[in-house]
């Protein structure tokens, strides 16, 4: 929310100084809920670990000990003792019929006043209109989302008129690199199939 705002203030024609007073909140040695320790969650847990911060996930697996250690993430087996206990939390998650609207107001009313959300999944994996109430009402601090539902959001959509949310539109993967990467892997795969080998990221059913 600072880096939004604060751009903003830096390149304002009407900023003739800065703040002394305007504070943020420390990644560093903060707790960090992952929902959703797949891949991609294991990652943002490696990157976290370079903040010193304290690491805890819910899974519907959970991971092995070594795994675990490798990061220092503490196993929750229940979401609501993830919720209650973390500073920010990520959903990494899969959107199915078990994870839609997965954050509601009953979810939403366990975190901590001083929590912020932050969703990379699937803009429906958060109910938006409980969402809407939490913020307005500051029952979490702040959100963070590059997904929503809809894509774009109507213009006149409440969360965009809230200045405790920042929405990006869906970049997480948006660099050269990992479309360049993504487009490698797509044809290592098609070129497995042709081949009758092994296809290196097929997806099997659960």
């Given at each position: 929310m600072y880096l939004y705002s604060g751009c903003q203030i830096a390149v304002s024609p009407d900023t003739k100084y800065f703040a002394v007073d305007w504070l943020g909140v420390e990644v560093t040695r903060a707790t960090l809920g992952i929902i959703g320790m797949g891949n991609i969650g294991y990652k943002v847990a490696q990157r976290a670990r370079a903040f010193n911060m304290k690491i805890l996930y819910h899974n519907r697996n959970r991971r092995g000990k070594e795994e675990e250690e490798a990061v220092g993430a503490?196993?929750?087996?229940?979401?609501?003792?993830?919720?209650?206990?973390?500073?920010f939390v990520m959903l990494v998650v899969n959107l199915t019929p078990e994870t839609h609207k997965l954050i509601?107001?009953?979810e939403l009313g366990l975190m901590k006043p001083t929590a912020t959300l932050i969703n990379i999944s699937r803009g429906a994996v958060i109910d938006q209109d409980a969402l809407v109430e939490a913020l307005q009402n500051k029952v979490v601090?702040?959100?963070?989302?590059?997904?929503?539902y809809p894509e774009p959001l109507p213009r006149g959509h409440p969360l965009l008129k809230l200045n405790n949310i920042i929405i990006t539109p869906h970049i997480g993967t948006a660099t050269v690199q990992a479309l360049r990467m993504m487009a490698e892997e797509a044809i290592t795969n098609m070129l497995a199939v042709l081949n009758g080998q092994a296809i290196p990221s097929e997806v099997l059913p659960k």
């Open positions: 503490h196993y929750c087996e229940t979401m609501e003792d993830l919720l209650q206990q973390s500073d509601g107001k009953k601090r702040a959100a963070a989302l590059d997904v929503t």
